[in-house]
């Protein structure tokens, strides 16, 4: 099988190959753990965890990173105001590092409630102070770096090709809009490493060659990575509003540094929107997962939601849109119970499928060829074998699901037990008459290869 993703760097669909036989290095920025994740933040993340699990369907073995940023990422791109740790630590009045573990906790909880598959790394910026102090150094040995009196500074000017990824114009680009030049020399210039305050104590601070401080934002994707996969992996993720700044800097570093661009495949994930609007932490607006649950919504309908739009464009986030993914999702999973083990997986459409999920993950065409699948005429055992092919992407634990087991009353339990002995005894007659009893009752049965299966209120139950 091949496999076709869309690069933010060409601005193309390319064909992928791996730049090491089989393996591949997947690096992915991780949250700023301030505060809780939202769930446009986490539709990044399943879209980063549906590009996994397709590379694995093809055979791949993935080195996935989530970094974890507790230090160093700003209020502003523009390296002004305060550190969002430092922040978030003032307005709970927790230390910085407390809300650190507290709030990177809470994210974690939320990444295995929508079943997203474990890292082979969670690394921390302040695990890695010495990894971008020698990164930084490197920088200022080859020429790339300059000093005012809050920094040390990226000076983007060096390069003539900054920016290429979100295709910036630097020549359009104005101060006092965005960026507040400050010492800086070019508007586009960044801070690797940013200086205590002269009349306060920072609760994160380290010594450096250059003064005690703690690191900008940007460095330590750059140095994470290369510690973790080498300067030149596969693919680097995130969400689209990396592309202008964070990951054009990383880039920028990781050039100066070391000669690549970091990936060689950079993908993006797009926006989802509420009332119109990118969600965000800033605007004090977003929702958690965790509402979603509080709704009475199950996390994994939230992730069902995420698979019926393309992860490049965008998606409005409605609660009938949700509602809608909830019983989408429970018609899935009660079809599925219903249909017996031991099939084999459908070679046609496992090849349909595979053919959609391989062409950039496209996800919706791959979910119309499941309820094709769930409609047409082949054995029951044979279509949920092929479902369990496709869950293997999907990753909405359809084989783990069991549907919630309402009381028997003995009433019921009495006929049940007589209209088995009567189709036993092929006295159809009976049968149906103790079947029109039991949905006086307020139970649906269902006859099975397994026997009869009880239903109510959309619950099941076994029957004998």
């Not at 980063?48 to 073995?61: A, F």
């Not at 305050?197 to 900008?216: H, I, K």
């Not at 949905?439 to 299966?453: F, I, K």
Request: hydrophobic letters at 35%; glycine letters at 8%; charged letters at 25%.
């Amino acid at each position: 099988m091949s496999v076709a993703l869309y690069d933010t760097w060409s601005r193309s669909l390319r064909p992928f190959t791996p730049l090491q036989p089989e393996h591949v290095g997947l690096y992915c920025c991780g949250p700023t753990v301030y505060d809780y994740a939202h769930i446009g933040n986490l539709r990044t993340y399943v879209f980063e965890d549906v590009l996994r699990r397709v590379l694995e369907l093809n055979g791949y073995r993935v080195r996935h990173i989530v970094n974890i940023t507790d230090v160093g990422h700003l209020v502003s791109d523009a390296d002004e105001g305060e550190d969002k740790m430092e922040k978030g630590s003032r307005r709970s009045g927790e230390t910085a590092w407390s809300i650190a573990q507290r709030y990177t906790a809470a994210f974690q909880s939320d990444w295995r409630a929508l079943n997203l598959l474990e890292p082979a790394e969670w690394p921390r910026a302040t695990d890695h102070i010495p990894e971008q102090l020698e990164f930084i150094a490197a920088l200022e040995r080859k020429g790339y770096t300059y000093r005012t009196s809050d920094g040390i500074y990226f000076d983007t000017m060096k390069q003539d090709d900054y920016g290429h990824l979100a295709r910036l114009e630097r020549t359009g680009l104005q101060a006092g809009k965005r960026v507040a030049m400050g010492e800086k020399r070019n508007v586009s210039d960044f801070a690797l490493w940013k200086f205590s305050p002269t009349d306060s104590r920072r609760q994160m601070e380290w010594d450096s060659p250059w003064g005690r401080g703690f690191p900008g934002w940007h460095i330590e994707c750059s140095a994470m990575s290369a510690k973790h996969l080498g300067p030149w992996f596969d693919i680097h993720c995130g969400g689209e509003d990396h592309i202008g700044v964070h990951h054009s800097n990383e880039i920028a570093q990781t050039q100066a540094c070391h000669g690549t661009r970091l990936a060689n495949f950079w993908m993006h994930g797009h926006f989802l929107t509420l009332d119109d609007k990118k969600m965000a932490k800033t605007e004090g607006d977003f929702l958690r997962l965790q509402t979603l649950i509080d709704r009475g919504f199950d996390p994994l309908a939230y992730r069902y939601l995420c698979l019926t739009a393309h992860y490049r464009s965008t998606l409005r986030f409605t609660e009938e849109a949700m509602g809608a993914a909830q019983a989408t999702l429970e018609r899935l999973r009660n079809t599925y119970a219903s249909w017996p083990e031991g099939g084999t997986a459908h070679e046609g459409f496992v090849a349909r499928f595979n053919a959609e999920v391989n062409k950039d993950l496209n996800l919706p065409r791959a979910l119309a060829v499941l309820w094709e699948l769930s409609r047409s005429d082949l054995s029951a055992a044979t279509r949920r074998a092929t479902v369990d092919h496709f869950d293997a992407v999907l990753g909405l634990r359809l084989c783990d699901w069991q549907a919630d087991s309402p009381e028997v009353p003995a009433d019921v339990v009495a006929l049940l037990d007589q209209r088995r002995k009567a189709r036993a005894g092929k006295d159809w007659a009976l049968s149906d008459r103790l079947r029109d009893a039991l949905e006086t009752l307020g139970w649906q049965v269902e006859d099975s290869a397994e026997g009869q299966r009880l239903r109510r209120d959309g619950s099941a139950a076994k029957g004998s």
